[in-house]
């Protein structure tokens, strides 16, 4: 987590209100599956971009919880069932934070298993010890109670909501927004008019620490931002 | 026919009874075993029901937030009708998981009608073939026994109503209800509960076009859902922390356990909850902790029922205690189904758990360990590897030896067992809990809701 200081700003009213919504999803089976590496590979290129985004974004709320050691299901499957370390790690680091569209985050796995198959040719068709069954989600956006117009309103509405609004605003928005960035951050600076606050949520790792973790660290800096 | 999952049983009265019932067995009256003490008297009957649960008890387990958000859910649904049919009132998980969930989605104002059918003995000797025959056992299916599955099923066709909006049928043996839709706008679920990822042919064959009338599909696992041109949904089954087996518990009940059983809490505590079944690989835990504590000192506790009224069962309890011999760190406990506060006992005593299936449904005795925040052994086998994930909320092993050097190495790094215990707890929260399945449920009426 950052420590540099946020400029101490006057509570003031938003043009525009912040609503907090979250999201509920429902995981559905797709017919792809892989034991192969070149099967996972097929599979990658052809799977829905709801496959992509459930065993990428979706599995990083799944597992909010770890604090390491899990970025999403692909860099899992090629540690656990393939049993390839370096796959693993290369996997593991695709940040999805650096992605704006689904479809930009599946080019990036289609081209680490390509490398890794065509550099490899051995374990092309070398068995997994578990079946890789491509999931997507289906997706509800529920709004909560919880409305912000002020930045004493945005904190409090932070602490009161679940993380799964957290992930939703703050970790999802960027599909929605396409923009590396998040909803918290965009209506600070865009709103309220609080640069320093936006950027430093940006700043936050959420591969590091668990989803409370991060959820405690915005509200942290917005209280300072309130001061 | 049997419920899916593997647990240990409860068997308590239902809180919230369908509107019909199959005759329900009672559980043997003839108390379990245990080896080393005598059970009190107080477990040789079944405690009385406890009342359902209401969405606010939640509160404290899960937080405000997430309660809240499931009532917004369900908010777009208030009024809407829903009936659940299977085939079972009492016993088992579908009709525990049932027994919970439908007075939850009253709550929420999603008018929900819990409806059981009937049959004869034929028709369910049939639909216990067909149970086994689905998860992979051979079987002839006779033209008679065809006859004798749909005669029974056009029986409950007619003698039950389907006006609700949505309609759940619960595993195979109600499947071909759906002959019972009509043109009016309803949506149609089945709720497979069983593994069905390596059928056998005929009996799929069978069955497959009914399911595939149905406009979604819900299976417990990424393995068992099959090429149905209809959406298949992953439901995980899941626990109730508010249950007898899953609540808190203060520590001198967990003591007097422990005291009446003979279970030494000075000394770490390895334990196996699972009914005498040899795909639990029950006689694969004794050898791999005999070999664990030729370097650890600590004590086997292999909890279980089923050998009182199941043939195969007795056997198994037999082999496990060849296997056990005269070693006095090896408590073998054969007790009644009803045992639940008992299980949950022995479960918060123990220093960490194992599961070492070698087939497994789902595994909830692998949720219920997690749950506990215990650092858990499974077999990557079933469900088990949604669960545990490995070395992040638990380990996996493929072996006795596996399992051996896992035991020695959790015994031995506490604080690396500790995390494994928090992660594994966290998990079960987010995704295996019975507010999940709620979450669930509401989802998929309001997705189908919205499909019109």
């Known amino acids: 987590m950052t420590t540099s200081a946020v400029t101490p700003v006057r509570p003031h009213t938003a043009v525009k209100a912040f609503y907090f919504n979250t999201s509920a999803h429902l995981l559905r089976v797709t017919p792809q599956k892989a034991t192969t590496l070149v099967e996972f590979l097929g599979a990658l290129r052809e799977c829905p971009e709801g496959s992509i985004f459930q065993h990428t974004f979706r599995t990083l709320q799944e597992h909010h919880f770890i604090r390491e050691g899990f970025s999403n299901d692909f860099a899992e499957w090629a540690s656990s069932a393939c049993n390839e370390p370096s796959l693993a790690e290369a996997l593991a680091s695709v940040d999805v934070r650096e992605f704006t569209s689904v479809a930009e985050l599946r080019e990036r796995f289609v081209q680490i298993v390509g490398e890794f198959v065509n550099r490899n040719p051995t374990v092309q068709s070398r068995q997994a010890r578990e079946t890789f069954y491509f999931c997507a989600s289906d997706i509800v956006v529920i709004p909560t109670q919880y409305v912000a117009r002020t930045l004493r309103e945005f904190a409090e509405g932070l602490r009161h909501v679940s993380v799964h609004s957290i992930q939703h605003h703050f970790i999802e928005a960027r599909l929605r927004i396409k923009l590396m960035s998040n909803d918290f951050s965009q209506w600070l600076l865009e709103d309220l008019g609080l640069p320093e606050a936006a950027r430093q949520l940006n700043r936050i790792d959420i591969y590091t620490v668990t989803l409370d973790d991060v959820k405690n660290q915005i509200i942290r800096i917005v209280e300072r931002a309130l001061v | ?452």
């Open chain 2, 1 to 452: 026919m049997e419920p899916v999952e593997s647990q240990t049983r409860t068997e308590t009265a239902p809180d919230f009874s369908p509107s019909a019932g199959t005759a329900f067995t009672a559980a043997p009256a003839t108390p379990g075993r245990v080896e080393r003490r005598k059970r009190p008297r107080t477990w040789e009957t079944p405690p009385a029901p406890v009342p359902p649960p209401h969405l606010d008890d939640y509160k404290k387990i899960v937080g405000e937030a997430e309660i809240d958000e499931l009532r917004f859910l369900a908010r777009e649904l208030k009024g809407k009708t829903l009936k659940m049919v299977n085939s079972t009132a009492v016993g088992g998980g579908v009709a525990e998981m049932l027994n919970q969930l439908v007075p939850l989605l009253n709550e929420v104002e999603v008018v929900t009608h819990w409806d059981v059918i009937t049959g004869g003995n034929d028709f369910f000797e049939v639909t216990k073939g067909f149970h086994n025959a689905l998860q992979g056992s051979d079987y002839r299916l006779t033209q008679q026994a065809r006859d004798i599955f749909l005669m029974n099923n056009e029986q409950n066709r007619q003698r039950l109503q389907f006006n609700e909006e949505f309609i759940v049928i619960h595993d195979p043996q109600p499947a071909p209800l759906i002959q019972a839709r009509t043109n009016s706008p309803q949506h149609w679920v089945w709720r497979c509960h069983i593994d069905l990822s390596n059928p056998n042919p005929e009996v799929w064959g069978f069955l497959r076009p009914f399911i595939e009338k149905y406009d979604a599909a819900i299976f417990s696992s990424q393995s068992f859902a099959r090429q149905l041109p209809i959406p298949q949904y992953l439901f995980y089954p899941c626990i109730d922390p508010l249950s007898e087996k899953n609540k808190e518990l203060d520590d001198a009940f967990v003591q007097q356990v422990c005291d009446e059983l003979g279970i030494d809490r000075s000394r770490p505590i390895v334990t196996q909850v699972s009914r005498f079944d040899r795909a639990k690989d029950p006689v694969g835990v004794i050898q791999a902790f005999k070999e664990a504590r030729k370097y650890v000192d600590s004590q086997l506790v292999m909890a279980g029922g089923g050998a009182t009224d199941d043939p195969e069962g007795a056997a198994v309890l037999r082999e496990v205690r060849e296997a056990a011999g005269d070693d006095p760190d090896v408590i073998i406990l054969d007790l009644p189904p009803w045992c639940a506060l008992q299980i949950n006992a022995l479960q918060r005593a123990s220093t960490i758990i194992v599961q070492k299936s070698v087939k497994e449904g789902f595994g909830l005795t692998v949720t219920e360990a997690l749950w506990k925040g215990k650092p858990t052994i499974g077999g990557a086998v079933g469900g088990i590897p949604n669960q545990i994930i490995h070395k992040l909320t638990g380990v996996l092993v493929h072996s006795v030896e596996g399992c051996a050097y896992q035991m020695r190495y959790l015994l031995t790094h506490p604080e690396f067992a500790k995390q494994l215990g928090e992660n594994g707890r966290a998990h079960v929260k987010e995704n295996f809990l019975m507010t999940t399945n709620v979450r669930r449920w509401l989802l998929l009426l309001r997705i189908l809701n919205g499909r019109k």
